[in-house]
């Protein structure tokens, strides 16, 4: 069973960068596809970012290629989403999810484990 904690989420102003990581426990996380999904108030939640297990591949969304960066530390079982150029429509709920897997998918409902997510606001 793995287990995802997300952290770094906050307030900041338009223009700004916040990191965010997913730290792992209780498996192997490096047998996971680990994806970034964010949920505004009165939103589906979507797939903005994804690695792969090595980390060799990661996919973006439009809305946010260019602006973030998804890394993953596999001696530390941590992934980071590093956010930078925040816009106020980057406000949501962020969460980590992992999938046993060599695909990179956004689509949630193929996530087997999910964090509890983190708040990040963007507002001047």
């Known amino acids: 069973q793995l287990q995802l904690v997300e952290s770094g989420g906050g307030l900041v102003q338009p223009g700004g960068s916040l990191r965010l990581s997913c730290a792992a426990s209780?498996?192997?996380?490096?047998?996971?596809?680990i994806g970034w999904f964010r949920q505004a108030p009165g939103k589906e939640r979507e797939g903005i970012s994804c690695?792969?297990?090595?980390?060799?591949?990661?996919s973006y969304v439009d809305s946010v290629k260019g602006r973030f960066t998804i890394s993953r530390d596999n001696a530390k079982n941590t992934v980071y989403l590093q956010m930078n150029s925040l816009k106020p429509e980057d406000t949501a709920v962020y969460y980590c999810?992992?999938?046993?897997?060599?695909?990179?998918?956004?689509?949630?409902?193929?996530?087997?484990?999910w964090g509890q997510g983190t708040q990040v606001t963007v507002s001047s």
């Open positions: 209780g498996s192997t996380p490096d047998y996971y596809v």
């Open positions: 999810a992992a999938r046993p897997a060599m695909v990179c998918l956004f689509a949630p409902r193929v996530y087997d484990y």
């Open positions: 690695i792969s297990r090595s980390g060799g591949s990661t």
